[in-house]
């Protein structure tokens, strides 16, 4: 594995997020692979991507979400990487992963206000 991208994800602050604030926080890379994407912005996509898919690893990673939570976690990437991988993806599925994101995020936020 190479440098990581996140490093201080990667050095355990991830863990102390909660799965919410994790989501949200993937949901923010997915954003602007897909935005990236989409405006043929090639270098910003690919670094979007990677950052993505680190996030996504490290949350599958975590012990917490053993099970079902880790499942769906890896199913959502699945998803993520068929957006723009696979040449049959069906329609509306960017829309798709924003939606399930951005409850995560919005949550987060809010989370994040109160505390504050």
Known sequence: MGRPLH??????????????????????????????????????????????LELFDLTAADPRWHGHRCREILRAR????????????????????RRYFYGFAYAARMRHYRRN
């Open 7 to 52: 490093r201080q994800a990667a050095e355990g602050g991830w863990a102390r997020l909660d799965l919410v604030e994790q989501l949200g926080n993937i949901g923010s890379e997915v954003e602007r692979a897909i935005r990236a994407h989409e405006a043929g912005r090639e270098s910003r996509f690919e670094g979007a991507l990677a950052r993505a």
């Open 78 to 97: 699945e998803e993520f990487c068929r957006l723009f991988f696979d040449p049959d993806v069906p329609p509306g599925s960017a829309d798709g992963l």
